[in-house]
């Protein structure tokens, strides 16, 4: 596939000229189409190519071709809606034509398990040079370019790009905009994905200057690591919204089904989201809020939110929601209070959120806000509940002359409730640039998610150069299977990770000298090709406490395992105490290698606590890791006791990582104890599974 | 305050004369009460009282008199808007001229400070016989009786009532539900809640025909106990929905400065809206979805839910919402995927969600729902999402057509996105009884919550009965303060709380005969009511093992704390295993003694894992507190232990909750550590604090 320089989508999204291929008698996609770039006024050529050469019923202005040959002059986009049989002749006579760009709205191919026929579509594109949009999607608009070649309802302009794997979704959310006034810059359906994805699109939407924000709906992800990389960089420049269906079980088999394609865990894919600092958005309504705020706020700076309100109820609503969501409703400062003070009525209540009352007037609303966004605060939600005798425009005058007013601008999102009795005020502060909400939670849910973006774009922001740094060139695993524990143990040790004294011993002779250097208690276990489950043959023994003790054990196991391949005992020198903390490296089928790190020991289970992060990441990543982690407030010294250490588990998670990377046959390895201590850690054992080794034959006492 | 039989409402709510007291000129609230009873078609008469005899202006048809001697017949409902200072004198002359309800509109009383004030209000309702609504309020609705007594937006008539402590709330969700077309039997703005609350409108309204939901929204509860036991009632017979706000700090700050009362702990309502089978929703747009679903929908009976969809993503969205909500979205049953591969195309996926593709048609919505309807599933969701060139008008009627051929009714919901497009289907839903969502998400939460209602209205019929069983009736507290450790013991011993063997020993001479009984290893704690800490001076000693030791360690004892009021120690049977558990009682301010229980030991601040539950409470309920503890694994068995002894712990819990009822004295107390075996359980220690005692003056070993 050729990785094409941005520019070159500029004509997929504003060609001069369209050909539809397909039939366009009334109520078929062609007619749609052709209906829709009208209506929409798309300043460009429209053409169609189908067997009779015919018009679209009712467009008479608009030719017909039996094939492109006949055509003036090429078209730059080809909207192709030909029953599915006939899709590859079409994009083969495209690109013989010289037609860089199709749409394929045809469905019947792999999410109807037609893998094959739609592999043959991208072969045909590629030897023909034609970049692929579907098949089976609902089309692209350009609302600046004026171009709606897509059967979905038309957009009303705007700042997101909305890229969609559901054309229903896509549809949807479009219809939900409309009947909000929330527009959109580009809109894309992308459907099977049989060529261009979310990768390239992201690459392009990048440096698109009519786009501000862009908002994804994914069921599935080609290529997470590169996915991961393109959301890495782009969010730095501008959000990047995500809708992820397929987070149960029954959604999740929807969802591979639906697409044809394997959706991977819910649970990684949140991991991306907070390493590359995307929003997730739970779902359509939540996006649009989002898209609204983002689209028409300046960043919020901070986590101190204001309420400035007429009504106590939903004030207390929206700073449950808020507090809930993470942002601080910190009662006002006592200068702020004194300011207040000296121009409210004393029935008003000061402390935030700030009540002016049913009596609140367009003044007031002008003077509290702007004192508020003077003070310490980074935003305000202003809510104007009104009753059917309250001039509600009135108030949004005071809300968009406090909003003009301010010398640095902080966000100021507007909540006025509900119907008819405020249209005219909502409609008055939507065309002054204060985003609405229909209720002050949503307002606060969007604000929150300002605030995530601040925090998280920055840390993502290491997180990509820490994945840009790739010094960590994968290399073949230098040991072949099957790994013996004296092997595995050495080659890890020499990647820096720590564990308890040890030996191996072969004979029996050794024994004396090596006790003198590990000490007691000891823990012996056997070491053989042919024994997988060392404990379940009584290979693992525990608290050997003088050397008569290992000679009579050693010389016992030597016995008992003469015939399976004996060849010594591992002696380690036995941990007694620390935390019991487990981690490891995973392969995810979309996202490569991940490492994970939780609660060992009893609150394994109990607590199910673990947090995930896309190997490689940095020593800030894994710290966040352990934040994440319930057992955090044992790590930092809990109930009086001294803190252990946090550092030196968290280079144990950084040197994971790049291990994961470095040796990518590693198909899982599990440290399992760590023990963690005020100084420094031990890992109590190792299990390691290499790709194509049998499952079940890992290195390790269990 | 008399507590009216039901009956007495029926004139508050549909009365045949109101007076309106205060200004009606223009812009005033009086005058805004007769255009609202005008507008909305008042069948009965209406008259002015105000110091000029007025009538409003621009209604010259409404006589204006200066006192209520001079109307031709008395008010059956005054409706008071006069400044603060007149509203005493007002709710006289009403009392002396036999007007049997007020609604008090005027503020300026308990929610700035002036509760004075308004007690004075209550003593002269209740001398003269005036029963209240008000004061700083928004007035009452009846859609059936036609009768708008509110300055908030008219309702549209339906079936639920909606009862809110802020008159603002109460305002946004009348505008929003017109919005939608969702209408309300009765509204109640009750505000300050001098005199009528929520328990004597949930009475009233259990039996009020045009009420089949009640809907409230709470800031903080007059008598939470009284409160408790009508919903617990009333929710057998009627869903009962509440919104609480005050859930955060700041939020909790607001509602007790905005309502001028004290809002109670949030956990503890909580527990309260479990033990009661009350449904809890987080804001107004999700307590308008319930209503209209609760109103519209049969009972949904079980958790298997069906979506059919003709789009993926929509379905999937839906999918993942109900999961995570606790319904159960399986796999088709290969019946009814056979039956609908009948007659379904190949392309359609059967497995649930059930999608029909864009191409689904009318037909195919009908057979698909009416198969699955007749199938296990317990309700379906319907999901049409529309391009503009699609006919859902005529899906709707598929829809429609399943819906009414039911033999046994099914919960059926419907989602048509979005906006224009669709707008003629949903219309012919709404009129067919089917309600509309806006999003797939929002149904799904809807029947969630229906699901809920159905399991939990079935739990706290078992709690009511249990409350109404009343055997427990409150005594003084047997043992005065300061309570010395002997004497808890013995009286907690005779209430059958189980302790381990111990002996209070006050010469050395019984210590020999007492070991004999006792055996080792023990504890000794010092008794004295001079103590309060014994372990910080040194008068709690562990691990006794022998006579000599014991002998050692009392006189040892006796000679430190001679001039400390010594009176003796407690020797007790160490405790060596056992899960430790923390038990106990507290008092709320809102709903009196609660019981907790929870995870001990290094467990307890670690996983914050504890449930509560309103005293008293029966069998069903321990069992269902333990069952919401985290460690309800380890009770169970974990991994591969033995179970211990959840009976037991559920029968101290019981217990518990009847000694917190019959000594209302006790203000707090703690066991803490409970040993929990696989046989029994053992109470480690305890800690009493009763009313009007010292803080800082328990018994026990802290």
Redesign the interface.
């Known amino acids: 596939m050729a990785s094409p320089s941005s520019s070159t989508f500029d004509r997929l999204f504003n060609p001069k000229t369209i050909a539809v291929f397909g039939s366009v008698k009334k109520?078929k996609i062609g007619h749609?189409l052709v209906s829709q770039l009208t209506e929409g006024k798309f300043p460009g050529t429209i053409f169609a190519v189908n067997p009779k050469a015919e018009s679209p019923e009712g467009f008479a202005a608009i030719p017909g071709f039996t094939n492109l040959t006949q055509a003036p002059s090429p078209p730059e986009l080809a909207l192709i809606a030909v029953p599915a049989q006939f899709v590859d002749s079409v994009i083969q006579s495209c690109g013989q034509g010289g037609v860089p760009f199709a749409v394929v709205f045809t469905?019947?191919f792999s999410e109807?398990g037609n893998s094959n026929e739609e592999a043959k579509l991208k072969e045909t594109a590629d030897r023909y040079g034609v970049r692929l949009i579907g098949p089976n999607c609902?089309g692209i608009m350009d609302t600046h370019a004026g171009m709606y070649s897509s059967?979905?309802?038309r957009a009303l302009p705007g700042k997101t790009a909305f890229i969609?794997?559901?054309?229903?979704?896509g549809?949807?959310v479009l219809?939900?905009a409309?009947?909000r006034g929330i527009g959109f810059s580009k809109f894309v359906s992308y459907g099977n994905r049989a060529d261009i994805g979310e990768v390239e699109l992201l690459d392009y939407l990048e440096s698109d200057p009519q786009t501000d924000v862009i908002a994804l709906?994914l069921?599935s992800l080609q290529n997470g690591r590169e996915f991961m990389r393109a959301v890495s960089r782009v969010s730095r420049r501008k959000p990047v919204l995500i809708?992820k269906?397929?987070?149960?079980?029954?959604?999740l088999?929807?969802?591979s089904?639906?697409?044809g394609s394997l959706a991977g865990s819910d649970e990684i894919f949140a991991a991306m989201i907070r390493q590359t600092g995307a929003l997730r958005v739970?779902?359509?309504?939540e996006m649009l809020d989002l898209c609204d705020g983002l689209t028409s706020l300046p960043r919020l700076k901070g986590d101190r939110l204001a309420i400035v309100t007429?009504?106590?109820?939903?004030?207390?609503?929206t700073?449950?929601?808020?507090?809930?969501l993470g942002l601080s409703?910190?009662?006002s400062p006592s200068g702020l209070r004194k300011e207040l003070e000296t121009f409210l009525p004393?029935?008003c209540?000061v402390?935030?959120?700030i009540?002016l009352?049913?009596e609140g007037t367009r003044e007031g609303y002008r003077r509290t806000l702007q004192a508020v966004l003077d003070s310490e605060y980074d935003g305000a939600i202003a809510i104007n509940?009104?009753?059917?005798?309250l001039d509600s425009t009135a108030l949004a005058e005071g809300i968009l002359e406090a909003a003009s007013s301010q010398k640095e601008p902080k966000p100021l999102a507007a909540v006025f409730?509900?119907?008819?009795?405020?249209e005219e005020g909502i409609e008055r502060l939507k065309r002054g640039g204060i985003p609405v909400f229909?209720?002050g939670?949503r307002a606060a849910f969007v604000l929150s998610k300002m605030h995530e973006y601040t925090t998280r774009s920055v840390t993502a922001e290491s997180a990509h150069d820490q994945a840009a740094g790739g010094e960590l060139a994968p290399q073949s695993f230098p040991i072949e299977a099957p790994i013996l524990e004296p092997e595995a143990l050495s080659f890890l040790q020499e990647q820096g990770f720590p564990f308890p004294a040890h030996s191996y011993i072969t004979d029996a002779d050794q024994i004396p000298e090596t006790l003198r250097n590990l000490g007691f208690p000891l823990v012996m276990k056997v070491v053989s090709p042919q024994i997988l489950h060392k404990s379940d043959v009584g290979g693992v023994l525990l608290n050997l406490r003088d050397e008569q003790q290992v000679q009579q054990v050693f010389s016992d196991m030597a016995r008992r395992f003469c015939s399976q391949g004996f060849q010594g005992v591992m002696l380690y020198r036995q941990v007694m105490e620390g935390l019991e903390i487990i981690a490891g490296i995973k392969q995810d089928p979309t996202f490569g290698p991940v490492v994970l790190v939780g609660a060992g020991g009893v609150?394994t289970?109990?607590?199910r606590d673990s947090a995930v992060r896309i190997a490689p990441f940095g020593r800030e990543e894994a710290e966040d890791m352990l934040s994440e982690l319930?057992?955090t407030?044992?790590l930092a010294g809990?109930?009086g006791s001294t803190a252990l250490d946090r550092k030196a588990l968290a280079d144990l998670l950084v040197r994971l990582s790049d291990l994961a990377v470095r040796y990518p046959a590693i198909q899982e390895l599990d440290f399992n104890p760590i023990f963690l201590h005020q100084q420094g850690l031990l890992i109590g054992d190792v299990r390691i599974i290499l790709a194509g080794q049998p499952i079940g034959s890992p290195p390790g006492n269990s």
């Open positions: 109520d749609q469905s019947g109807i609902a059967i979905e309802v969609t794997q559901s054309g229903a979704v549809g949807a219809a939900l409309k009947l709906y069921e809708i269906a397929g987070r149960s079980v029954s959604g088999r929807a969802a089904s639906h697409t739970p779902g359509m309504e007429n009504s106590g109820g939903p004030g207390i609503l700073s449950d929601r808020a507090e809930e409703v910190k009662e004393s029935y209540a402390a935030n959120p009540d009352t049913v509940v009104a009753t059917p005798f409730m509900a119907g008819e009795i405020v229909p209720t939670e609150l289970e109990l607590v319930k057992i407030t044992i809990y109930r």
